[in-house]
């Protein structure tokens, strides 16, 4: 049997403040093309659905319909787990009446005991968990993610059909894998991954949770990534889904086309404002500029956002009188001034006129005056 | 066929702060037991299933769990559509997957059109919608609620089988019924009510909005009523659902029995804390207390709580110093004092202390010289 492999959706994303929902629209259209074109058996979707708990109206109508399209209208078997970002139980409503149409969407760490069986594939769906969900489902006090992890390939393995291939699908950080800037890390100091060698007796694992296809380099394991860029980190990336094949187990990537796509590009203010150097750019992607100028630019994000309507952020890559600065900065640093100015002057690309550090000097001494006020008062 | 008609479950709905779903899983269970015991073919849910556009996990959970029993372990179909309480597209996740099963959420205007028969009776679904919703789909600009509603049961009377029996479930004011403290008015005026005479036609209408059973009183129109009493104003209701005989069309009321009743009692303060009468006493009731007392009560609510863990209030009937008490509300009527002092007593069923009235005074010339300060500032 065939299968694509997708994951990492997150749909209600949205990039430095823009509404990425009609580029989620558009990126699960070409997803689907793809599954019909490579006559696929099944869709596999592997966490992380919605970007948040709680999604909002529009991100729940984009999902469900991309649902209805493809497993009601273009009758594709689904199989899809909860990511860390998904609520278990808000994404599991009406489950029980999904099954009826080949729509798996697992949810619970006791799920994933009962593999899933299309032609010559056993699909285990292990959906994100907390290690409070395995010790309660081992009744054991002290599991770590790895203890529990290993119970439960081992729980798997009692359900092998050995005529049969094995697919595990989960959502977790894979050790050895690669991050980027769009990913939340789930715990710190490395107590959220998981060895590769527990996952190795899978002829392949669906993975998701790290936003890069190229994250963890094993002959049976991998991430999908997100269909879209969703951080400047992601800027050349290749997004796109896997193709497997039951019977190679070796995945083809097949890329998507994002709507708008996020690019970096280092010129001068007076070259990006110049109609005919930006009559060729593709003005609907979401611009970094790194900008090489020196001198102070008067209005500039407006003048820019005139003619690129999707800007993500601009930098100055010759900083003015940057010895100065350097110097000031030192000063400084870690100081709720610096915070505010540095800040100021990556999101403007400007510094401060000399009247804006007065207001600034000003309104920080009275925050500190209100909060020594408090402190006596309590 | 035969029908239990219900509505206004507003799961995840708290009462004075308590809440209320335990009461809810439970009044459900009732529910089911009657359309058993009564052999019913199918169960109408008239709007406001959930309390608020987002409810909680565990009001979610609730809801998935209440339908998995009912509609796919029971196999009762279910026939049910949004209320004014209701997102109608977070609601609607999973619909079509659901209508397999004949479990029916209607959400949208557009759907009410075509019915859904069930042996001899034709049901259209209109869900709770705002009179923008209609202008759009009957495309005209300046449609009152009532100017939609004839439009729209003039359309569905189209689709009407002389040979059956026809039922209309909707969530609306109808003119003339009466209102209870639990339910939020839709708009101001008049302007959401609907004329009984546009739903005569019907053989019955299955009513939403109002929780009182007896709200409405016609030959073929009613309101289920809430399953649970969710104010004191409803205190002496009686609570339960309509089973309705298509062939007699003469509405038979069944009773449902909460956990834990809404009541008030009339007593003295040291009845209420004496043993021998206490345990005379359901004491895991919604409690209000009118105090017969005159005097100062050190720590009341404590005391009275410790005993009678749901209580929603106390007030007292013979309140202290009458005469220059209500000199005083006249006073000070209608300003943040009054609103303020008067909050106090009611919830704690005392006056503030000379102490504490010295606080307020301060606390609101602050407010006043803050608010006068940012006036001067702008």
Redesign the interface.
Known sequence: MRFLHTGDWHIGKKLHGYDLLSDQKEIIDQILAIALEQKVDAIVIAGDLYDRS?PS?EA??LL?QAF?KIN?EKKFPILAISGNHD?A??L???M???E??N?HLYTELKQSFTPIEIGDTQFFLLPYFEPIAARIYFAEEHLTLQDAMEKIIEKMQESFNSGKKQVLVTHFFVAGSSRCDSETTIEVGGLDSIPYELVRDFDYVALGHLHSKNALNTANARYSGSPLKFSLSEKDDQKGVWIIDSQSVVPEFHELQPKRDVRTLQASFESLVDPAFYQQMDRTCFWYFQLTDRSVITNMMNQLRAIYPNILGVERVNGRNETNQLKKVQQRKNTPYHMLTSFFEEITGEALTEKQRLWLDEGLQQAVDTEKREEDAT
Do not use: A, D, H, K
């Open positions: 709680v109206v729940c109508e469900n209805i009601l609520s139980v808000r599991s409503t009406g029980p009446w999904y009826q149409t729509f």
